[in-house]
T-cell receptor, first 115, second 111 residues
């Protein structure tokens, strides 16, 4: 596809379960970002990948959150032992290499609801 | 660390100008961005400004940057109902391409 895709689009889970969210960036985009947007709030930076490495993981809320990226393409964000406060839309964005003024292209997000 | 703040809400009448303000803390910011999020849609880049510029104009949009005060603004001339959306300010920190977003300003345009 031409844009950033994320799956699933919606996920409802029970408290305490693990979830895995997937992001497929635009081909050739070396930078990949994960953000969290709680209802009615702004974007909260979670983690950033440059290629396969993550120079900045400072936004991950707790050790229940982890992310990986393989082959400069797909990334997965895993949340273990989900809590109700994890309910949010998780957004992924990718960016092509080059000058820093390149646009971040956002996916449609995964809406996570923890019951 | 980086911190970006915006007012949460702005209401204007159709045809008036809108001014959305943003403050940031990272003095090493290289680029500053304005993104737009329409209801049910993803974020899209509206415009950006390099940190050594004071102003950038793009059709109805004017971006003003006061680097000394770390203040960024977005002016929308002749605001239309289609401009109703949430506007996010974002800054890029030098070195790592880390982009930090503000809380977003919800713009309501009254017909």
């Amino acid at each position: 596809g031409a844009g950033v895709s994320q799956s699933p689009s919606n996920k409802v889970t029970e408290k305490g379960k693990d979830v895995e969210l997937r992001c497929d960036p635009i081909s050739g985009h070396t930078a990949l970002y994960w953000y969290r947007q709680r209802l009615g709030q702004g974007l909260e930076f979670l983690i950033y990948f440059q290629g396969n490495s993550a120079p900045d993981k400072s936004g991950l809320p707790s050790d229940r959150f982890s992310a990986e990226r393989t082959g400069e393409s797909v990334s997965t964000l895993t949340i273990q032992r989900t809590q109700q406060e994890d309910s949010a839309v998780y957004l992924c964005a990718s960016r092509r290499p080059g000058l820093a003024d390149n646009e971040q292209f956002f996916g449609p997000g995964t809406r996570l609801t923890v019951l | 660390g980086e911190d970006v703040e915006q007012s949460l809400f702005l209401s204007v009448r159709e045809g008036d100008s809108s001014v959305i303000n943003c403050t940031y803390t990272d003095s090493s910011s290289t680029y500053l961005y304005w993104y737009k999020q329409e209801p049910g849609a993803g974020l899209q880049l509206l415009t950006y400004i390099f940190s050594n510029m004071d102003m950038k104009q793009d059709q109805r949009l004017t971006v003003l940057l006061n680097k000394k005060d770390k203040h960024l603004s977005l002016r929308i001339a002749d605001t239309q109902t289609g401009d109703s959306a949430i506007y996010f300010c974002a800054e890029e920190s030098g070195g790592y391409q880390k982009v930090t977003f503000g809380t977003g300003t919800k713009l309501q345009v009254i017909p």
